[in-house]
């Protein structure tokens, strides 16, 4: 009953949209095709995009929509992205519809070599919407489209949950397409986007690590520790679990939500220091050297001093990634501007010199507010 329910939502939406759209370029439902993802591929010669689409047939009989995927995948080519839709359509013989589009998918030969050229569509095309969440393939954009994620009903609703998720959790990130335009339009930030993988085993999506560009060309992909580092530097991670070893207590699991991170520049002796100022409060979840009882004040404040050590080489790593990598993805430039509008002005023209040169400082203060009731003392 919820699929069907959901389903006439998304016709009436199509028909909303066709109905305000004027007399002249009016659609009737039965020439539209509903996607729910797009991929962008580069072949030999043209641009490949691959159309996630409602299969009509499929959620329209009772018997079936309560089973399996209902999308299937529709391909296009052609010299821009704008002739290689109008291929899929054709191939379609239907009008794609976007108005319901979830998410939009480069792949990683694109983000390093074409990208500049791709996101003028994005930018002009009327089919582009803000909210639509935007990543990287590893391979090509056409394998994600392909994972049937355990056979859900909407590949692409999973997929966007997982990178919201692993948002949430330090692992990944979530673009929309208005925060991509905003970092691209910039004049001294630079992208950053989510990067997937199908994985081999159970053949679903997972993120291994976020893509950072130095103006439209990507250039590195964060690491596990950098990509959390990262997240939490943009205050953008909420709950994390972080692991360390010491030769005392051995093997340590803390758990820290509640982050909350400050970034300000500074300019100090002609230098321009960028900070971080990190609280949190944090829940032991294991400890392989010790018992709860023999815990006491000291050791505990030993913990909690190691776990502002982790934070902190988190959070410079992750910096030392960005610069090296010449991307102001933390969008230092802004910070400055903010702090000064004139020292801004004068380095802005020349702000990938400057850059290079920035000091980063950080601190972390956090804060136990339990001892898990699960944790294992080994």
Not at 116 to 123: A, E, P, Q
Request: charged residues 30%; hydrophobic residues 35%.
């Amino acid at each position: 009953m919820n699929l069907l329910k959901s389903f006439k939502v998304i016709i009436c939406a199509v028909l909303i949209c066709t109905m305000f759209s004027g007399c002249m370029n009016s659609l009737h439902l039965k020439d539209l095709t509903v996607v729910e993802g797009m991929g962008i591929d580069r072949t030999e010669k043209e641009t490949l995009v691959t159309a996630r689409t409602l299969n009509v047939e499929k959620t329209a009989g009772s018997s079936e929509a309560s089973e399996g995927n209902m999308t299937v995948n529709a391909e296009g080519s052609g010299a821009t992205i704008v002739d290689a839709v109008a291929s899929v359509s054709k191939n379609l013989s239907k009008e794609l519809f976007f108005g319901q589009n979830k998410l939009i998918i480069f792949s990683k030969d694109i983000a390093e070599n074409d990208f500049k050229n791709k996101i003028d569509y994005f930018l002009r095309s009327d089919d582009s919407r803000n909210d639509v969440s935007v990543c990287i393939s590893n391979t090509k954009a056409k394998d994600i489209l392909e994972t049937k994620e355990n056979e859900s009903k909407v590949p692409c609703e999973n997929i966007l949950h997982l990178m919201k998720k692993d948002e949430e959790s330090g692992s990944s990130a979530y673009v929309t397409t208005g925060e991509l335009i905003k970092f691209y339009t910039d004049k001294t930030s630079d992208i950053y986007l989510p990067v997937l993988e199908k994985d081999k085993k159970t053949q679903n999506v997972k993120a291994v690590g976020i893509g950072i560009f130095d103006e439209d060309r990507l250039v590195y992909t964060l690491d596990e520790e950098e990509t959390m580092g990262f997240l939490i530097i943009s205050g953008r991670a909420e709950n994390c679990t972080l692991e360390f070893e010491d030769e005392k207590f051995g093997k340590i699991g803390v758990r820290i939500s509640g982050i909350k991170a400050k970034n300000e520049v500074q300019i100090k002796d002609g230098d321009i220091i960028f900070s971080t100022q990190i609280k949190t409060g944090y829940i032991i979840s294991e400890i392989q050297n010790g018992i709860v009882n023999s815990l006491d004040a000291e050791k505990l404040d030993e913990i909690s001093a190691m776990t502002e050590s982790k934070l902190i080489s988190l959070c410079e790593k992750s910096f030392k990634a960005c610069q090296e990598n010449n991307s102001d993805c933390m969008r230092v430039g802004n910070y400055l501007a903010k702090y000064s509008s004139e020292a801004y002005n004068s380095v802005s023209d020349k702000w990938d010199d400057y850059y290079k040169s920035v000091k980063y400082s950080v601190s972390a203060q956090c804060k136990l507010k339990k001892i898990s009731d699960n944790a294992q003392f080994n």
